[in-house]
Protein backbone atom coordinates (compact mmCIF):
# COMPACT_ATOMS: atom_id res chain seq x y z
CA UNK A 1 0.00 0.00 0.00
CA UNK A 2 1.42 3.22 -1.39
CA UNK A 3 2.15 5.74 1.33
CA UNK A 4 -0.17 8.88 1.41
CA UNK A 5 2.87 11.01 0.07
CA UNK A 6 3.58 8.86 -2.53
CA UNK A 7 0.13 9.01 -3.66
CA UNK A 8 -0.06 11.66 -5.27
CA UNK A 9 -0.37 12.61 -8.81
CA UNK A 10 2.55 13.02 -10.24
CA UNK A 11 3.48 15.92 -13.44
CA UNK A 12 6.46 15.85 -13.12
CA UNK A 13 8.15 17.03 -16.89
CA UNK A 14 4.90 19.09 -17.59
CA UNK A 15 4.41 22.52 -18.47
CA UNK A 16 0.78 24.21 -17.52
CA UNK A 17 -0.69 27.62 -18.53
CA UNK A 18 -3.01 29.00 -15.29
CA UNK A 19 -4.28 31.84 -16.35
CA UNK A 20 -5.78 33.95 -13.39
CA UNK A 21 -2.69 32.52 -11.52
CA UNK A 22 -2.30 35.62 -9.02
CA UNK A 23 -4.89 34.98 -6.72
CA UNK A 24 -7.87 33.08 -5.61
CA UNK A 25 -8.55 29.49 -7.12
CA UNK A 26 -5.36 30.27 -10.00
CA UNK A 27 -2.80 30.27 -7.43
CA UNK A 28 -4.27 27.92 -5.38
CA UNK A 29 -3.58 25.43 -9.17
CA UNK A 30 -0.42 26.63 -9.76
CA UNK A 31 0.97 25.93 -6.11
CA UNK A 32 -0.92 22.03 -6.52
CA UNK A 33 0.62 21.90 -9.93
CA UNK A 34 4.02 22.93 -8.76
CA UNK A 35 3.78 20.44 -5.81
CA UNK A 36 3.02 17.89 -8.04
CA UNK A 37 6.45 18.61 -10.27
CA UNK A 38 4.91 20.53 -13.03
CA UNK A 39 6.33 23.81 -14.78
CA UNK A 40 3.72 26.83 -14.19
CA UNK A 41 3.42 29.41 -16.85
CA UNK A 42 1.36 31.76 -15.41
CA UNK A 43 -1.02 34.75 -16.75
CA UNK A 44 -2.80 37.46 -15.18
CA UNK A 45 -2.90 41.30 -15.43
CA UNK A 46 -1.31 41.35 -11.65
CA UNK A 47 2.82 40.44 -10.98
CA UNK A 48 2.93 37.45 -9.48
CA UNK A 49 6.50 35.78 -8.78
CA UNK A 50 4.51 32.16 -8.14
CA UNK A 51 4.89 30.47 -11.62
CA UNK A 52 8.24 29.56 -13.10
CA UNK A 53 7.42 31.94 -16.07
CA UNK A 54 5.00 34.75 -15.79
CA UNK A 55 2.96 37.33 -18.58
CA UNK A 56 1.06 40.46 -17.78
CA UNK A 57 -1.69 40.20 -19.83
CA UNK A 58 -5.32 41.84 -19.72
CA UNK A 59 -7.60 38.60 -20.91
CA UNK A 60 -10.63 41.13 -21.43
CA UNK A 61 -8.75 42.57 -24.52
CA UNK A 62 -8.11 40.31 -28.20
CA UNK A 63 -5.01 42.37 -29.53
CA UNK A 64 -3.37 41.66 -25.56
CA UNK A 65 -4.33 37.55 -26.13
CA UNK A 66 -2.91 37.55 -29.52
CA UNK A 67 0.31 39.38 -28.29
CA UNK A 68 0.09 37.00 -25.53
CA UNK A 69 0.18 34.16 -27.44
CA UNK A 70 3.31 34.67 -29.85
CA UNK A 71 5.49 35.32 -26.62
CA UNK A 72 3.99 31.27 -25.12
CA UNK A 73 6.62 28.98 -25.83
CA UNK A 74 4.79 26.01 -27.80
CA UNK A 75 5.19 22.70 -26.45
CA UNK A 76 2.53 22.85 -23.19
CA UNK A 77 1.06 20.07 -21.90
CA UNK A 78 -1.47 21.77 -20.02
CA UNK A 79 -3.76 24.94 -19.93
CA UNK A 80 -5.90 26.06 -17.34
CA UNK A 81 -8.67 28.73 -17.71
CA UNK A 82 -9.17 29.89 -14.11
CA UNK A 83 -9.13 33.92 -15.18
CA UNK A 84 -12.43 35.18 -14.52
CA UNK A 85 -14.11 38.54 -13.05
CA UNK A 86 -17.09 38.30 -10.10
CA UNK A 87 -20.85 39.69 -11.19
CA UNK A 88 -20.18 43.22 -9.95
CA UNK A 89 -18.48 43.86 -12.70
CA UNK A 90 -19.86 45.54 -16.19
CA UNK A 91 -21.84 43.16 -18.52
CA UNK A 92 -19.84 43.73 -21.36
CA UNK A 93 -16.07 42.74 -18.88
CA UNK A 94 -17.94 39.82 -17.63
CA UNK A 95 -18.91 38.15 -21.31
CA UNK A 96 -15.49 39.87 -22.17
CA UNK A 97 -13.05 38.09 -20.09
CA UNK A 98 -14.52 34.90 -18.58
CA UNK A 99 -16.62 33.87 -21.94
CA UNK A 100 -14.66 35.59 -25.26
CA UNK A 101 -11.36 35.96 -23.28
CA UNK A 102 -11.04 32.26 -22.26
CA UNK A 103 -12.18 30.89 -25.74
CA UNK A 104 -10.17 33.30 -28.02
CA UNK A 105 -6.91 32.12 -25.60
CA UNK A 106 -7.98 28.48 -26.09
CA UNK A 107 -8.27 28.68 -29.72
CA UNK A 108 -5.14 30.89 -30.34
CA UNK A 109 -3.11 28.34 -27.90
CA UNK A 110 -4.21 25.23 -28.79
CA UNK A 111 -2.00 25.22 -32.26
CA UNK A 112 1.50 25.46 -29.82
CA UNK A 113 0.09 22.78 -27.51
CA UNK A 114 1.66 19.24 -26.90
CA UNK A 115 0.06 16.63 -28.64
CA UNK A 116 -1.65 14.73 -25.77
CA UNK A 117 -2.71 18.14 -23.58
CA UNK A 118 -5.44 18.95 -21.57
CA UNK A 119 -7.44 22.37 -21.15
CA UNK A 120 -9.09 22.82 -18.05
CA UNK A 121 -11.82 25.32 -17.83
CA UNK A 122 -13.36 27.04 -14.51
CA UNK A 123 -16.82 27.61 -14.90
CA UNK A 124 -19.26 27.67 -11.73
CA UNK A 125 -22.73 26.09 -10.66
CA UNK A 126 -24.09 29.58 -11.51
CA UNK A 127 -23.87 27.83 -15.07
CA UNK A 128 -26.17 24.97 -14.29
CA UNK A 129 -29.11 25.78 -16.28
CA UNK A 130 -27.48 26.55 -19.14
CA UNK A 131 -29.95 24.31 -20.93
CA UNK A 132 -32.68 27.35 -20.69
CA UNK A 133 -30.22 29.56 -22.65
CA UNK A 134 -29.89 27.79 -25.27
CA UNK A 135 -31.05 30.45 -28.12
CA UNK A 136 -29.01 33.40 -26.51
CA UNK A 137 -25.90 30.49 -26.38
CA UNK A 138 -26.02 30.02 -30.10
CA UNK A 139 -26.45 33.57 -30.75
CA UNK A 140 -23.59 34.61 -28.80
CA UNK A 141 -21.27 33.01 -31.30
CA UNK A 142 -21.75 35.39 -33.57
CA UNK A 143 -20.78 38.36 -31.63
CA UNK A 144 -18.26 40.11 -31.95
CA UNK A 145 -15.41 40.33 -29.60
CA UNK A 146 -15.88 43.76 -28.94
CA UNK A 147 -17.27 45.83 -25.69
CA UNK A 148 -19.59 47.75 -27.59
CA UNK A 149 -20.89 44.50 -29.12
CA UNK A 150 -21.10 42.70 -25.95
CA UNK A 151 -22.99 45.61 -24.37
CA UNK A 152 -25.17 45.20 -27.16
CA UNK A 153 -25.47 41.60 -26.48
CA UNK A 154 -26.16 41.80 -23.24
CA UNK A 155 -28.57 44.64 -23.12
CA UNK A 156 -30.67 42.68 -26.23
CA UNK A 157 -30.78 39.57 -23.85
CA UNK A 158 -31.70 40.96 -20.41
CA UNK A 159 -27.64 40.39 -19.03
CA UNK A 160 -27.30 43.75 -17.81
CA UNK A 161 -28.80 43.39 -14.08
CA UNK A 162 -28.54 41.44 -11.08
CA UNK A 163 -25.44 39.62 -12.53
CA UNK A 164 -27.00 37.63 -15.31
CA UNK A 165 -24.09 38.06 -17.31
CA UNK A 166 -22.11 35.91 -14.90
CA UNK A 167 -24.58 33.21 -15.01
CA UNK A 168 -24.37 33.45 -18.96
CA UNK A 169 -20.81 33.80 -19.37
CA UNK A 170 -20.35 30.73 -17.19
CA UNK A 171 -23.34 28.42 -19.04
CA UNK A 172 -20.71 29.92 -22.15
CA UNK A 173 -17.64 27.76 -20.68
CA UNK A 174 -20.04 24.97 -19.74
CA UNK A 175 -21.48 24.14 -23.32
CA UNK A 176 -18.28 25.63 -24.97
CA UNK A 177 -16.64 22.74 -23.42
CA UNK A 178 -19.15 20.40 -24.15
CA UNK A 179 -18.89 21.31 -27.95
CA UNK A 180 -15.41 21.04 -28.25
CA UNK A 181 -15.16 17.78 -26.55
CA UNK A 182 -14.04 15.92 -30.12
CA UNK A 183 -12.76 19.38 -31.64
CA UNK A 184 -8.95 18.28 -31.15
CA UNK A 185 -9.12 14.63 -30.42
CA UNK A 186 -7.17 13.57 -33.77
CA UNK A 187 -3.80 15.31 -31.79
CA UNK A 188 -5.02 13.90 -28.48
CA UNK A 189 -6.16 16.82 -26.95
CA UNK A 190 -9.05 17.00 -24.54
CA UNK A 191 -11.17 19.58 -23.13
CA UNK A 192 -12.96 19.47 -19.62
CA UNK A 193 -14.71 21.72 -17.19
CA UNK A 194 -14.80 22.35 -13.51
CA UNK A 195 -17.77 24.10 -12.02
CA UNK A 196 -16.91 25.49 -7.96
CA UNK A 197 -19.57 26.24 -5.34
CA UNK A 198 -19.08 29.46 -3.62
CA UNK A 199 -15.30 29.36 -2.70
CA UNK A 200 -13.65 31.47 -0.21
CA UNK A 201 -12.04 34.04 -1.95
CA UNK A 202 -11.53 37.97 -1.99
CA UNK A 203 -14.26 37.52 -4.36
CA UNK A 204 -16.88 36.01 -2.52
CA UNK A 205 -18.05 39.17 -0.92
CA UNK A 206 -18.81 40.62 -4.66
CA UNK A 207 -21.34 37.53 -5.04
CA UNK A 208 -23.18 37.73 -2.28
CA UNK A 209 -23.98 41.24 -2.86
CA UNK A 210 -24.57 40.89 -6.13
CA UNK A 211 -26.53 37.68 -6.38
CA UNK A 212 -29.55 37.49 -4.90
CA UNK A 213 -29.67 33.59 -4.91
CA UNK A 214 -25.93 33.67 -4.02
CA UNK A 215 -27.05 34.74 -0.38
CA UNK A 216 -29.82 31.64 -0.56
CA UNK A 217 -27.02 29.50 -1.43
CA UNK A 218 -24.66 30.19 1.87
CA UNK A 219 -27.61 29.61 3.64
CA UNK A 220 -27.76 26.36 1.89
CA UNK A 221 -24.02 25.30 2.50
CA UNK A 222 -22.24 24.07 5.69
CA UNK A 223 -19.09 26.55 5.00
CA UNK A 224 -17.86 27.99 1.42
CA UNK A 225 -15.01 25.82 -0.45
CA UNK A 226 -11.66 26.76 -0.47
CA UNK A 227 -9.14 27.20 -3.76
CA UNK A 228 -7.07 24.55 -2.42
CA UNK A 229 -10.10 22.07 -2.58
CA UNK A 230 -10.56 22.77 -6.54
CA UNK A 231 -6.95 22.49 -7.59
CA UNK A 232 -6.65 18.89 -7.06
CA UNK A 233 -9.74 18.42 -9.31
CA UNK A 234 -8.19 20.17 -11.91
CA UNK A 235 -5.03 18.59 -11.44
CA UNK A 236 -6.50 15.13 -12.34
CA UNK A 237 -8.01 16.83 -15.22
CA UNK A 238 -4.65 17.27 -16.57
CA UNK A 239 -3.59 13.88 -15.85
CA UNK A 240 -3.38 11.07 -17.65
CA UNK A 241 -4.97 9.31 -15.45
CA UNK A 242 -8.03 11.37 -17.03
CA UNK A 243 -7.46 10.38 -21.02
CA UNK A 244 -11.15 9.36 -21.47
CA UNK A 245 -12.81 12.60 -19.69
CA UNK A 246 -13.53 14.50 -22.45
CA UNK A 247 -16.16 17.34 -22.71
CA UNK A 248 -17.16 16.86 -18.69
CA UNK A 249 -18.05 19.43 -16.47
CA UNK A 250 -17.48 17.99 -12.85
CA UNK A 251 -18.67 19.95 -9.95
CA UNK A 252 -16.73 20.66 -6.90
CA UNK A 253 -19.16 22.68 -4.20
CA UNK A 254 -19.85 20.06 -1.16
CA UNK A 255 -23.47 18.96 -2.61
CA UNK A 256 -24.61 22.17 -4.12
CA UNK A 257 -25.43 21.23 -7.80
CA UNK A 258 -27.20 18.23 -6.64
CA UNK A 259 -29.40 20.13 -4.75
CA UNK A 260 -30.98 22.43 -6.92
CA UNK A 261 -31.07 20.20 -9.32
CA UNK A 262 -33.16 17.76 -7.02
CA UNK A 263 -35.08 21.00 -5.95
CA UNK A 264 -36.20 21.80 -9.02
CA UNK A 265 -37.89 18.24 -9.48
CA UNK A 266 -39.74 18.42 -6.10
CA UNK A 267 -37.38 15.81 -4.66
CA UNK A 268 -35.51 18.14 -2.80
CA UNK A 269 -34.58 16.98 0.58
Same mark, same amino acid.
Given at each position: ?7 HLDLSGS?IIVTGVA ?13 ? @????? @? ?16 LSDPAQI ?62 ? @? ?32 ? @? ?106
Open positions: MQKPEEAQSGIGMATAVDLKRR @GAAVV @GIDLAPSDLADVHHQADDALVDRIDPGCNGLCNVAGVPPSAPAETVLALNAKGLQHLTLGLVPRLADGASIVNIASSAGM @GWAKSADALRLFDSVPFEQAALRAFAAENELLEA @GASYFFSKEFVITWTMRNRWTWRDRGIRMNCVSPGPVDTPALRHFIETLGRARRVMDLMDRPGRPEEIAPVVAFLLSEESDWIRGANIPVDGGLTSHLALEQLGMGG
